[in-house]
């Protein structure tokens, strides 16, 4: 889960990844990003290694499990992405280095301070923008075999990429540019005094309705990719013991999921009241009989990312309050799911999980609920669109989101379920299983 603000940066959040990676709470990662491990010693060493070890033992490389997106995807989304310009009376779309880019034509690029973009127009052409000294370098990925082709316009150091864009799209009758909402603002405005800024539109509404409503290929991956996590986590937690550390966790997390053919994996474990916070703290409390445990993980898969959430009491019997917020926090996941359906709004969907706190007690507010219920999931761990109580983006089948209510009662404990959720034709499917009972993650 991811706190953030969907409306500030679409399509380009602060990743939990990235945060986890980040101060403090970098102590507790599983993982750095993409997967570079620092292996935590596992406390009751050597049998307790041994008896994860074994566990590990069961898991088996599942890439070959789902296909992965095949090169003639990339043709068809382009073509698809021309059409929808056209439906919005748009006539092109510009998209920096990045997620989109990739998504459209299976180019990676990282960002600089030097301009490199794709260009899809209404009628599903598309042209390249590329620093010159750079271009060689580019053709090798554009006009590989099976790569997406397309004109390269070059533009050089002392010329900068603003003059050749707005005259490639003004040759082209470009009077109507979307803008991909993760272009930096920078370029956005330099092209604007050159191209005119009245030209320049939001392209939040094409990205949503691209990337947003996933294709079944993309599903079958993200179900996957769902089912692996959990495997994952129900794996783990046969091997819990007193006196391990989230931090312990977090390592065998990672180690699970790069068994099961996954990169990139992330962990946020959590014992005892640092779970109060939704994104923990720097302690490291050692687990004991009757401790609340709350593991926050995924990976990536085919380049499609998981995210599962899982709170449980390990050994003991959890406490009244306790075992009350968790009934609570399970049951609004569940009256979430229940009003997914397409036509309905994202924000019905987040006041649905909140009504059903009130009913039993809790706050409606966000004093201890404190974020959104969810948030879209696909290349990206969170991309548009979002549920929020203030989104009144309209659901459509094929979208896909995280369900993950939380309760958090700050020095005490916190509780949050999170699973990952399609609207479907008539109403929503679930990818994986749902938690069972407080007992253990499964």
Known sequence: MDPENSAATPFSPLSRRSLIAAGALGALACSAPRGRTQLVPVAGAPAAQAGLDALLGELSDQRGSVAPIQKSAYARRRARCGKLLAELGLDALLVESGTTLEWLADVRWGRSERLFALVVLADGSHFWIVPAFEAGRARLSIEAQGGPGGEIVAWDEDVYPFQPLASALTSRKVER??????????????????????????????????????????????????????????????????????????????????????????????????????????????????????????????????????????GGKPTAEIERAWNAVRD???????????????????????????ERGFPGDYSAFTHRLGHGIGMEGHEDPY???GSEVVLQPGMTFSDEPGLYFVGKFGVRLEDIVLVTEHGADHFGTWQKAIGAPD
Do not use: N
Request: aromatic share 8%; charged share 25%.
């Open 387 to 389: 549920f929020d109580s």
């Open 332 to 358: 609004a996941q569940w009256r979430a799911f229940e009003t997914i359906r397409p036509g309905a709004q994202c924000r019905a969907v987040d006041k649905a999980a909140r009504a059903l706190f009130v």
């Open 177 to 314: 540019l979307a803008i991909e909402p993760s272009l930096r603002y920078g370029f956005v405005d330099r092209l604007a005094a050159l191209f005119g800024r009245e030209k320049l539109v939001s392209g939040q509404q094409v990205l949503v309705r691209l990337r947003g409503v996933k294709e079944p290929e993309e599903l079958a991956i993200l179900r996957r990719a769902s089912e692996l996590t959990q495997l994952a986590v129900r794996t783990l937690a046969r091997g819990v013991h007193p006196g391990m550390k989230g931090s312990e966790i977090g390592t065998w997390m990672a180690r699970a999921h790069q068994k099961l053919g996954m990169s990139g994996p992330w962990c946020l474990p959590l014992v005892g009241a640092a779970a109060a916070l939704p994104h923990g703290d720097a302690s490291d409390e050692p687990i004991g009989e009757g401790s609340l445990i709350l593991v926050d993980t995924g990976a990536t898969l085919h380049g499609y990312e998981s995210d599962t959430t899982r709170t449980w009491v390990f």
